[in-house]
């Protein structure tokens, strides 16, 4: 069954991230950070506070066990702060088929308390024709 394409621009309940000192540095010895920063790719962690969402909404059709990583981007307001909350609030940007696999890309919006954008993300996955 292909993914719904009438789910496209769906947008998701918001979730909380907490940007914890301590997952930082966990993350920063796996990528091998050196330094204060918080590594911009903890993003995708932030990412995944909204994910069970969209990979458990029964009426999109996918089937995750056929799904591969296919994209990834963001694009930066500004660097995320040890310490802060972020609210995670996701959509699906589009949904297409292409060549008998289903593309999912969905765009989480990263806001601040100020509900000023921090990062926008867009993944997109590919879930492979049966």
Do not use: C
Request: hydrophobic fraction near 45%; charge should be negative.
């Amino acid at each position: 069954m292909p993914l719904n394409a009438a789910l496209e621009g769906k947008v998701y309940p918001d979730a909380t991230f907490t940007v914890d000192e301590q997952r930082v540095a966990l993350f920063r010895e796996a990528v091998g950070e050196a330094g204060q920063i918080v590594p911009p790719t903890l993003a995708t962690a932030a990412e995944f506070a909204v994910f069970p969402l969209i990979a458990g909404d029964a009426d999109l059709g996918l089937d995750f066990t056929r799904v591969v990583h296919a994209e990834q981007a963001y694009e930066w307001r500004r660097p995320f702060r040890s310490g802060e909350t972020l609210t995670a609030r996701s959509r699906i940007a589009s949904i297409r088929q292409e060549a008998g696999n289903g593309l999912l890309t969905i765009a989480p919006e990263l806001l601040d308390r100020n509900g000023e954008l921090a990062v926008l993300a867009r993944a997109t996955m590919r879930e492979r024709g049966a």
